[in-house]
């Protein structure tokens, strides 16, 4: 079976953030997992953030330190009684470390189907001067 | 355990009280083992997964699917049975795109869930929402609690 599905999807256990800092707030913190690549013009960032509005969502860019930070509405649930609980669900974050300068007033942040797609365009820099040494 | 009861020797091979000693700890190890982790957390191993709860009149099955469209899903139910199956797309990105990170991934997923009674499969609503599956199943009439005065 494995071998004639090689694309079947493997499970992966949500990683839980072992404390960013400390907590004074009760709940879980998941990482999401995400992809970042980079082109010429600017870095991409995609996350998965399942459950998440886009009112929750907290996008920080501070001293080359990107913060992504999510909460998740509560499911409605009040009369419910739970059968099989398989995974859990709790807030997001994650940090990372900007290489590049980051031209902070063109970030574009879409939020479909619990995925974020973060643009982050790099800061033009001035086109490389080139010094033509002259002999005389 | 024939050959115990016919000639009534307990086992014929020797027992050393060490050989006793290492079993014990076995056992202990094993007892440990199961203690940390808790039943509920056991997952089938299979995508998605999934919550499932119970209602007076409904279950509701809940799983996180993010980037997953509505129509990329195939969602069946029989009388006790639901099937979930899938794919999850990556759409490709431009060339010369040097990766950093890769973490998420594509491909497709399947899954037969086992209801815990029966269900009524006209009345079944399925909705996707911020990457969230939430599939309300009613129950069958006659698995429904019904409600008795007593006179």
């Known amino acids: 079976m494995a071998d004639t599905q090689s694309n079947e999807l493997k499970v992966r256990e949500k990683q839980e953030v072992t404390s960013p800092a400390e907590q004074t707030m009760p709940g879980l913190i998941f990482t999401p997992a995400v992809d970042i690549f980079e082109t010429e013009k600017e870095i991409t960032l995609l996350?998965?953030?399942?459950?998440?509005?886009?009112?929750?969502?907290?996008?920080?860019?501070?001293?080359?330190?990107?913060?992504?930070?999510?909460?998740?509405?509560?499911?409605?649930?009040?009369?419910?009684?739970?059968?099989?609980?398989?995974?859990?669900?709790?807030r997001y974050y994650r940090q990372f470390t900007l290489g590049e300068?980051?031209?902070?007033?063109?970030?574009?942040?879409?939020?479909?189907?619990?995925?974020?797609?973060?643009?982050?365009?790099?800061v033009e820099k001035a086109t490389p001067k080139k010094i033509t040494v002259k002999t005389g | 355990m024939i050959y115990r009861r016919f000639f009534n020797v307990p086992t014929w091979r020797f027992r050393s009280p060490l050989e006793e000693l290492y079993r014990m700890r076995q056992q202990m190890e094993q007892l440990l083992e199961s203690?940390?982790?808790?039943?509920?957390?056991?997952?089938?191993?299979?995508?998605?997964?999934?919550?499932?709860?119970?209602?007076?009149?409904n279950y509701y099955v809940?799983?996180?699917?993010?980037?997953?469209?509505?129509?990329?899903?195939?969602?069946?139910?029989?009388?006790n049975n639901l099937a979930i199956s899938g794919e999850r797309k990556i759409a490709a990105e431009e060339e010369g795109a040097r990766y950093h990170r890769k973490e998420r991934e594509a491909g497709t997923f399947s899954r037969m869930i086992g209801l815990p009674g029966e269900v009524d499969t006209d009345k079944v609503e399925a909705k996707l929402e911020n990457g969230i599956l939430t599939i309300v199943i009613s129950k069958a009439e006659i698995a429904k609690p019904k409600q008795i005065t007593v006179k």
């Not at chain 1, 992504?68 to 709790?90: K, M, N, Q």
């Not at chain 1, 300068?101 to 790099?122: F, M």
């Not at chain 2, 799983?63 to 129509?71: Q, S």
């Open chain 2, 62 to 79: 809940r799983a996180e699917l993010p980037g997953v469209k509505g129509d990329e899903l195939d969602i069946q139910v029989t009388a």
């Open chain 1, 47 to 90: 996350a998965d953030i399942p459950g998440v509005k886009a009112d929750d969502l907290t996008i920080d860019i501070r001293d080359n330190t990107l913060t992504l930070s999510a909460d998740i509405a509560p499911v409605d649930s009040t009369d419910e009684v739970d059968i099989l609980v398989e995974c859990e669900s709790g």
């Open chain 1, 101 to 122: 300068l980051i031209n902070q007033e063109n970030i574009d942040a879409k939020l479909n189907d619990g995925v974020l797609r973060l643009s982050l365009p790099k």
């Open chain 2, 35 to 57: 203690a940390a982790t808790p039943p509920q957390r056991e997952a089938a191993g299979v995508l998605p997964l999934i919550n499932l709860t119970e209602g007076k009149d």
